[in-house]
Nanobody, 118 residues
């Protein structure tokens, strides 16, 4: 099992920036992808961004392409989500997640609130 702890959420004005962090511990060698999801009030959880552990390939939801960047620091077992040009519709609880081969997204953090004011 992998333990994930997010940090970095908060309140920001539209067009502002935030950086989220996710520290991983435990059986991190079992993961092949790490990513970010978000859930706004009254909506389903949705994919935001992901990065493959081996080659660092990234993918993004269309809604955040060009504004958000996922990155990692292998020495710290930490991934980041740099969020620029934030919009009120980006307001949500953001979750870090880890994917294991054949098991899907099977580890989740507790979430961190991001609120963007207009």
């Amino acid at each position: 099992q992998v333990q994930l702890v997010e940090s970095g959420g908060g309140l920001v004005q539209a067009e502002g920036s935030l950086r989220l962090s996710c520290a991983a511990s435990g059986r991190t060698s079992s993961t092949n992808t790490m990513g970010w999801f978000r859930q706004a009030p009254g909506k389903e959880r949705e994919f935001v961004a992901a990065m493959r552990s081996s080659r660092g390939n990234t993918r993004y939801a269309d809604s955040v392409m060009g504004r958000f960047t996922i990155s990692r620091d292998n020495a710290k077992n930490t991934i980041y989500l740099q969020m620029n040009s934030l919009r009120p519709e980006d307001t949500a609880v953001y979750y870090c997640a880890a994917q294991s081969a054949g098991r899907g997204w099977n580890s989740w953090g507790q979430g961190t609130q991001v609120t963007v004011s207009s």
